[in-house]
């Protein structure tokens, strides 16, 4: 499969109504920031084309209650799936509304490159308070998918950590201009929301919990329960992120080698890796990339890897432009 990602409930609108690419599926969270899952939906549907009208939506929601199933279906969806993603559900989703078996045997194989994964059969040798990390490697089908969603865990969560406490920050400055406060609130809700749902797919079911508290004291905004809540949760969410960290040993540190400027080829592998989305094959270029103290652009590999951090793909495609980084460093490796 091609997967391409936005960001917003707007972008996916926008691209439903360019049709530059007919999807055979939209995959469409329910909560979001600003415009809801049900909104985009119903905007995607009113758009007047019969591609909006027919394609596939299938809801992502940890509201998949068996009473919100008529719900989605009324509103536009074609079905839902309950967070956090159990692989087999999944699966089966995607053969019911997705695959093709007859368009399959016309499409041209696509070249699988081989990707570092980390080492199986580590898991049996750790033990994380609050990790159920057997029922996390069968989930994802394996210890190797497991881990890569556990190191995405430990990348994202800290920054979504900031991002409540500057939401109470909020709260605290400005406890007069009411409406000001209540998008904070509606921020915090989300985002708590979101690192609730990440918690359950990696099978760190106590923090779940606690996140699961404060969204539900936050949706009812009962502040003084959050402000009460907040500190421990923030304190234990940040204790998991770094108790997770042993799964993923740190490299040995080496002096770099002296080098002229990057090479071209790893520039546009990371090129292709970002227009493909392939954040694992991007994070390995970028290492072997890392390797070396260059002369000359030395800067764009630092800006390279603060973008692919941060997962802003398009950030990384205009670092590299169409070819131009790639073709300077091909002209100052020959000279």
């Known amino acids: 499969m091609a997967v391409d990602a936005v960001i917003s409930g707007q972008e996916a609108i926008n691209i439903i109504a360019e049709e530059a690419v007919h ?58 799936m309950a967070k956090p993603i159990d692989v087999n559900i999944l699966n ?11 368009k399959e045997k016309h499409l041209t194989a696509a070249v699988l490159e081989d990707e570092e994964h980390p080492q199986t059969g580590i898991l049996t040798n750790f033990t994380i308070e609050g990790v159920d990390l057997a029922a996390g490697a069968a989930q994802f089908g394996g210890e190797a998918s497991y881990l890569e969603i556990v190191k995405v865990f430990v990348h994202d969560t800290p920054k979504l950590l900031k991002n409540i406490q500057t939401c ?9 201009a009411a409406a000001a406060a209540l998008e904070d609130l509606k921020n915090y809700t989300i985002t708590v929301h979101g690192i609730k749902g990440s918690c359950y797919g990696i099978c760190a ?29 923030v304190q234990t969410a940040g204790q998991l992120v770094e108790e997770l960290k042993i799964l993923f040993p740190k490299k040995e540190n080496k002096p770099k080698l002296e080098k002229k400027s990057p090479d071209p080829q790893l520039l546009q592998k990371l090129l292709d890796a970002a227009r493909s989305f392939n954040i694992n094959t991007m994070f390995t ?25 941060n997962y802003e793909y398009t950030d990384v495609i205009g670092l590299l432009g169409s070819g131009e980084a790639e073709n300077e460093a091909r002209e100052n490796n020959a000279g």
């Open 23 to 80: 999807y055979d599926a939209v995959f469409m969270d329910h909560m979001m920031p600003g415009m809801d899952g049900m909104e985009a939906t119903k905007r995607i549907r009113n758009l007047g084309t019969e591609y909006a009208r027919t394609i596939p939506i299938i809801a992502l929601t940890a509201n998949a209650l068996p009473e919100n199933e008529e719900l989605f279906l009324k509103n536009g969806f074609n079905a839902f």
């Open 92 to 102: 089966q989703v995607l053969i019911n509304w997705v695959r093709d078996e007859e």
């Open 168 to 176: 109470l920050d909020g709260f605290r400055i400005m406890p007069a």
């Open 205 to 233: 079911a106590a923090v779940g919990d606690l996140a699961k508290e404060l969204e539900v004291a936050a949706k009812a905004q009962d502040l003084g329960k959050v402000m009460n809540l907040n500190n421990r949760f």
């Open 285 to 309: 270029v970028l290492d072997e990339l890392e390797l070396y103290r260059y002369e000359q652009n030395g800067k764009l590999i630092q800006q390279l890897r603060e973008a692919a951090d």
